[in-house]
């Protein structure tokens, strides 16, 4: 195993989003102080050719690569050729260029859409590639499990340190709160406190309810992303998760209650459920000796705190 060091050149990929901030929060925590990152402005990872000038400028020591494009159900299902086109752009330019460069150790996040739509519950890392996906969401899932596959293949074939994580559902500072393309939980955030602010009666949300769903703060996925760089260097991926699930219904009144609104929530059944169930075993991560530290009661708080604060600033 590749040992990292604290004055290590470490290049989050992804650096201000809802993930890559994180893991640069949580190794500045811990004491590395060379990290670097690069804006979508700066540097445009589905360019083959900035990409390897930029490794080959800088010439970092480890890598994380956090980038991607992302979004919910509607996006998705909406535009598959873009979600399937630019993160595969992403992940075969950074993937490549770590190796030619001889990058003494690379982490990459994958997502939990990754596994098959109906997979057996809680879902272990040997459920990959078992079962067909979900369709909503297939195009994603199919990039990001080449972004994994391809670590191993990198690792089998010429003993790269490349290693992959599949965190569960994130949130927390950061996160994107338009309503166009938000995840669960910010759309959730962001139309509560939207409702209150303007004494609305009601608040619709997509859906039945009844879907179950596993909720990790992102601080402790940052965590646990940084000990994985320092204690792991298997060729399977490891999912990263609390292994505790809510329906999205306790979400929405969980939610509900933190912001402070009153009104009605009004279920819109029309609209689609995504995968019934998605609860990560995280058997093999409390193993290797890690443990997520923040409940989703207190998880929740802290993101409505965050939003509050920065409502001016974030992604709206």
Known sequence: MSKISKNDKIYVAGHRGLVGSAIVRSLERQGYSNVIGRTH????????????DF???????VVVLAAAKVGGINANNTTPAEFA????????NVIKCAHDLKVKKL??????CIYPRMA????TEDALLTGPLEQTNEAYAIAKISGMQMCKYFKRQYGDDFISCMPTNLYGPHDNYDLSGSHVM??????????????????????????LREFLYVDDMADACVFLLENYDGEQHVNIGTGVEVTIKELAELVKKTVGYTGEIVWNSEMPDGTPRKLCDVTKLHNLGFKHKVDLEEGVKLAYEWFKENVENARL
Request: hydrophobic share 35%.
């Open 107 to 112: 982490l990459f996040l994958g997502s939990t």
């Open 85 to 92: 086109y630019e993160n595969m752009q992403i992940q075969c």
């Open 120 to 123: 057996p519950q809680p879902i």
């Open 55 to 61: 490794f080959e400028t800088e010439k970092p020591d």
């Open 41 to 52: 402005k700066e540097l445009d990872l589905t360019n083959q050719q900035a990409v390897r």
């Open 186 to 211: 910010p759309a959730m955030i962001r139309k509560f406190h939207d409702a209150k602010i303007n004494n609305a009666p009601s608040v619709e949300l997509w859906g039945t309810g009844s879907p």
